[in-house]
């Protein structure tokens, strides 16, 4: 390993700041996938989760929003435990998450599936939803076509904006890059770039590691649920060990 990547996967305590994960067990069932993990991410951090298929990536951020079997260790955001929250306590706390498969409602339409996204407020704040329409356009001209209807990159902009409109402190993603065709993969990186910008912590698990590792504050490199590497992105796409073992080179 060279002297740039680190295999110390947790910050030290007085820099975890908003989301700490410490020595995480958890799977499905009786099926445990991720064994003592550590992660943390600051706010206003961009951080991805990059490794092999199978690696446990996108449970570690199932396991963040309560939808595996907990088993032991310590999820807290800012400062608070979740663990043992349900999905919808834990929008309650200030967490969006956009799964990979099934993120958008298709037989409703664009509006609607933007006021879904805040069902859990008594009314619709018009000033998110005119955010989301200014980040995404393309989701105000087509607010009455149904979510099925859309192309692939535009229901991910809208499985986004769907999750954008609580204004959430933490926005997790799973592949938002996964089905997209190759001319919209940058676009998709420039937009949640820019949402990162805008002050949103973002928590991104991503197959396209170097770009994602490019772009993001900080990554992690998980393998066989356990955490391998973490440090900076471009310490990470640096280090000839990580490039060889899980970068192809």
């Given at each position: 390993?060279?002297?740039?990547?680190?295999?110390e996967?947790?910050?030290p305590?007085?820099e975890?700041?908003?989301l700490?994960?410490?020595?995480?067990?958890?799977?499905?069932?009786?099926?445990?996938?991720l064994?003592?993990?550590?992660?943390?991410?600051?706010?206003?951090?961009?951080?991805?989760i990059?490794?092999?298929?199978?690696a446990?990536?996108s449970?570690v951020?199932k396991?963040?929003f309560?939808?595996?079997?907990?088993?032991?260790?310590?999820?807290?955001?800012?400062?608070?435990?979740?663990?043992?929250?349900?999905?919808?306590?834990?929008?309650?706390?200030?967490?969006?998450?956009?799964?990979?498969?099934?993120?958008v409602?298709?037989?409703?339409?664009?509006r609607?599936?933007?006021?879904?996204?805040?069902?859990?407020?008594?009314?619709?704040?018009?000033?998110?939803?005119?955010?989301?329409?200014?980040?995404?356009?393309?989701?105000?001209?087509?607010?009455?076509?149904?979510?099925?209807?859309?192309?692939?990159?535009q229901?991910?902009?809208?499985?986004?904006?769907?999750?954008?409109?609580?204004?959430?402190?933490?926005?997790?993603?799973?592949?938002?890059?996964?089905g997209l065709?190759p001319?919209?993969?940058?676009?998709m990186?420039?937009?949640?770039?820019?949402?990162?910008?805008?002050?949103?912590?973002?928590?991104?698990?991503?197959?396209?590691?170097k770009?994602?590792?490019?772009?993001?504050?900080?990554?992690?490199?998980?393998?066989?649920?356990?955490?391998?590497?973490?440090?900076?992105g471009?310490?990470?796409l640096?280090d000839e060990?990580?490039?060889?073992e899980?970068?192809?080179?």
């Open positions: 390993m060279s002297e740039h990547a680190s295999r996967a947790s910050l305590d007085d975890a700041g908003l700490a994960v410490r020595d995480l067990d958890a799977g499905y069932g009786d099926l445990q996938v064994s003592g993990v550590d992660l943390d991410v600051r706010d206003g951090e961009y951080v991805t990059v490794g092999p298929n199978g446990g990536k449970t951020m396991s963040v309560g939808l595996t079997t907990y088993m032991g260790g310590e999820i807290r955001f800012r400062d608070e435990p979740i663990h043992e929250l349900a999905p919808e306590q834990i929008i309650h706390e200030g967490i969006g998450y956009v799964p990979q498969n099934e993120n409602f298709a037989g409703l339409s664009v609607e599936n933007l006021e879904m996204g805040a069902y859990i407020l008594d009314e619709l704040p018009q000033d998110r939803l005119r955010d989301v329409y200014d980040r995404f356009p393309i989701l105000e001209e087509r607010e009455s076509q149904t979510a099925g209807s859309l192309s692939g990159g229901q991910q902009m809208l499985a986004m904006g769907r999750a954008l409109m609580l204004d959430p402190g933490l926005l997790m993603l799973d592949e938002p890059s996964a065709a001319d919209l993969v940058d676009e990186f420039d937009r949640i770039d820019r949402i990162n910008d805008d002050g949103t912590s973002v928590l991104m698990v991503e197959q396209n590691a770009e994602a590792l490019r772009r993001c504050d900080r990554g992690y490199v998980l393998a066989n649920g356990q955490n391998s590497y973490m440090d900076d471009d310490a990470l640096d060990e990580v490039r060889q899980f970068l192809g080179g």
